[in-house]
């Protein structure tokens, strides 16, 4: 009875060190549309806090969640799966937009059925959760639907839950989706962060040559058409919502046009990019004094002889004239929020991103109508109209090449790698920092005789950030821009221009890399991706091993590998004093043939997967399935210390390894 207890006791102890999670319950259901045709609805409850990927999410990104069916006579496949609109959000550790779901996921696949009786359909559906500081492996789930042919009636399916506990190894796809995408965000932060954005980009617009000079001629229009004071504070106001719906019509316009699905895949989409990098490269050499981007000229003598019939409709077309007339300044501006607002794949950030523009357009000239006599306290129109053009002009080329840099990502064709990236912002900050330091001149640039406060504090901001980037050249992480330019590994080389692969102290003191054996960029860390092989040389060398089960798409990982690991009082003890096995759950790679493992989790299921294994392994060995997870154990495979998870405390890291190792001696 003792030993009962005492077993009793030791398991509860092994429960509150470890930890198998299980966020995520899936339900079926049929939906009958016609007689012929139903909707099978597969749903995903997920436990809060946790989130669960699109179908669609990049290569180097997450696990994609993903459907298959088996194939009978019974029915047939009408089209893809469709999936809900989900959050979309920009990812720092892979710079690349992902998109996931949370509390719940729906999603549906159209079939015809064939036969004329009931039958089942079988699939399955391949996924994978992650919260702020854990990332589950991926997780195959069998599922089940009954079809009523014969009721003609329609049918829901009992819920299937399904434990994931019960199936920790997946079966991961072939079929993923190639395309390219800072911790998660809501939405509302999303829409936040764009309508911040254009009404700032309003406000620049409002100081160009085209639209600044317009606000003295509305001025005299409205105080001789205005009686009172009164009537034109009025007609101020309607000027200036005039202008607002104007733009937000236009933001309508876009999202109805292109609709949910089209605008969420748009920041995926090879050609998408590739347009949108031509279009803005237009926009800047417009910007820069090559050509106007003009509407045709009969367009504004209409709307010109509509705003002389007074009145409401007469101020409505006025600010439509301003629109049209200012066209060539605020066009590539308004084209870019709306591509920008697009490629974020949500269906409101275009009407969101065209209310901030219009915001900030229309206050101004709102204000000024409204109380003429502040006029006399703007600046005067001159040569610095031209310079806020052209810089607008630079910002537009370099962000046309963010563009190019996604379509080539997708492609994986190397051509703007970070390094290359790089040296083509360089160059465009670089110039820009002379141009406003009146060093080059362009087209419309009037003679400068002195730089001024504002040229010149801006001119020392550009050539600051400048420099700045030059070291990313080097692998220095640029954390600042970490959005833009490709991730550290996607370049010529992880340790920089000019640097050599062997580079760590080991290879200074032996000719060749053990058997299995590899130097992690950008640490120059002796690193194994093999368990047995990482083990032998462990009992060879005499040291402790630190088990590191972590995936590609594991963005907690690249965290720990950037922001603790690279500290100097953790780089160390990872390169002289442990033996690193880094085994990857994610990891695509086919065993050997022949070589494939009887699964223990789920008997009669084969693992054929090398991510498999080492998932499979972490669950039975450690009862954890989360990434990263940090084990230490020596040469006896006998843990040295309580594991640990997702730790970004140095201090507390750096004392684990301590304490590890304290022991191993």
């Known amino acids: 009875m003792k030993k009962i207890f005492l077993f009793i006791a030791l398991f509860i102890v092994s429960l509150s060190f470890s930890q198998i999670h299980d966020p995520v319950k899936w339900e079926t259901s049929v939906e009958k549309i016609s007689e012929t045709e139903y909707n099978l609805i597969t749903t995903a409850i997920i436990e809060k806090n946790w989130h669960l990927y699109s179908q669609n999410v990049p ?16 029915f047939e496949i009408i089209g893809k799966t469709s999936e809900e609109e989900g959050h979309t959000v920009n990812d720092p550790v892979f710079e690349m937009k992902i998109k996931y779901f949370e509390n719940k996921a729906t999603f549906k696949q159209r079939i015809k059925a064939i036969s004329k009786s009931t039958f089942d359909i079988k699939g399955s559906v391949t996924f994978m959760v992650c919260d702020d500081a854990n990332c589950l492996p991926p997780t195959d789930i069998d599922l089940n639907f009954t079809i009523p042919v014969s009721t003609g009636v329609n049918f829901s399916a009992n819920p299937v839950e399904v434990n994931e506990t019960e199936a920790k190894v997946s079966e991961i796809t072939e079929n993923t989706t190639v395309i390219e995408t800072k911790s998660p965000k809501s939405k509302d932060k999303s829409l936040l962060t764009i309508f911040i954005i254009a009404f700032f980009s309003g406000f620049a617009a409002l100081l160009t040559p085209c639209v600044f000079p317009m606000i003295p001629m509305t001025v005299s229009f409205f105080t001789k058409q205005s009686k009172s004071k009164a009537a034109g504070i009025k007609n101020a106001i309607i000027y200036g919502a005039s202008i607002v719906i104007i733009y937000v019509v236009l933001g309508l316009l876009v999202s109805a046009i292109f609709g949910a699905d089209a605008l969420n895949a748009l920041s995926t989409n090879v050609w998408f990019n590739i347009i949108f990098f031509l279009l803005l ?25 509509q705003a002389d019939r007074g009145g409401v409709i007469g101020i409505f077309f006025m600010a439509l004239a301003l629109a049209i007339v200012s066209f060539s300044c605020t066009g590539p501006i308004v084209g870019t929020l709306l591509v920008e607002a697009a490629a974020g794949g949500n269906q409101i950030g275009p009407i969101v991103g065209m209310l901030g523009f219009s915001l900030a357009l229309a206050i101004p000239f709102a204000l000024f109508a409204a109380f003429p006599g502040w006029l006399n306290s703007l600046p005067k129109s001159g040569g610095w109209l031209n310079t806020v053009k052209v810089v607008l002009g630079f910002l537009e080329l370099a962000l046309a090449f963010k563009f190019l840099s ?27 920092a002379f141009y406003l330091f009146g060093k080059i001149q362009l087209p419309h640039d009037s003679p400068l005789t002195h730089i001024s406060v504002g040229r010149l504090s ?3 901001l550009s050539l600051t950030f400048t420099i700045y980037m030059i070291p990313g050249l080097w692998g220095a992480p640029l954390n600042l821009i970490s959005a833009f330019p490709p991730a550290q590994h996607y370049s010529e080389s992880p340790y920089g221009v000019g640097s050599t692969k062997v580079g760590s102290s080991f290879n200074q003191n032996h000719s060749e890399l053990p058997d299995g054996a590899h130097i992690m960029p950008p640490h120059n860390i002796l690193a194994f991706n093999d368990y047995d092989k990482g083990l032998a040389y462990a009992k060879q060398v005499n040291k402790p091993i630190m088990l590191d089960f972590t995936g590609h798409a594991c963005v907690n990982c690249r965290k720990m590998e950037q922001n603790v690991w690279a500290k100097d009082e953790i780089l160390p003890i990872l390169k002289n004093d442990v033996v690193l096995i880094s085994l990857y759950v994610d990891d695509k790679r086919p065993l050997p043939e022949g070589d494939e493992i009887d699964s223990k989790l789920r008997p009669g299921k084969k693992l054929k997967y090398i991510g498999q294994k080492w998932s499979e392994f972490q669950t039975i060995k450690y009862g954890a399935n989360a990434q990263p997870f940090y084990v230490l154990i020596n040469t006896n ?10 730790t970004p405390d140095v201090e507390e890291y750096h004392n684990w390894l301590k304490t590890g190792i304290s022991n191993f001696k």
């Open 281 to 305: 490269i237009v926009f800047a050499i417009s910007f820069l004094g090559a050509f106007e981007i003009v509407l045709p000229s009969s367009w504004g003598t209409k709307v010109d002889a």
């Open 406 to 432: 996604n379509a080539d990502l997708v492609l994986q064709l190397h051509w703007l790698e970070r390094e290359v990236f790089l040296a083509i912002w360089i160059a465009i900050f670089g110039t820009l």
């Open 458 to 460: 801006l001119g020392l």
């Open 59 to 74: 290569q180097d990104g997450p696990i994609p969640t993903s459907f298959s069916f088996e194939n009978t006579k019974d």
């Open 637 to 646: 495979e006998e843990k040295l210390n309580e594991p640990v998870a997702y």
